[in-house]
């Protein structure tokens, strides 16, 4: 089975949540309006981590904590 990954670079935040929810809305869209009826997907934010408070550099999951 092959794996397909979107990855897009984004400059805040805020931008990427925008977008995780603007593609989350379109799936949502195209599913209720019978458009795509058979699919899956998996949507997640990831930030980039490397100040000294984090045990090591790299890619984590976001999550909002409110």
């Known amino acids: 089975m092959t794996q ?3 990855d897009f670079t984004v400059k805040n935040i805020d931008e990427a ?3 995780l929810k603007a ?3 379109y799936d ?3 599913f ?3 458009i795509k009826p ?3 997907n998996a ?3 990831l930030e980039w981590h490397d100040e ?13 904590e409110s």
């Open 52 to 64: 000294p408070e984090v045990d090591e550099a790299g890619w984590y999951d976001w999550y909002d």
């Open 4 to 6: 397909s990954v979107f």
């Open 23 to 25: 593609l989350a809305d």
């Open 32 to 34: 209720q309006h019978r």
């Open 43 to 45: 949507g997640g934010l």
């Open 28 to 30: 949502s869209f195209q």
């Open 17 to 19: 949540v925008l977008l």
């Open 38 to 40: 058979d699919y899956c």
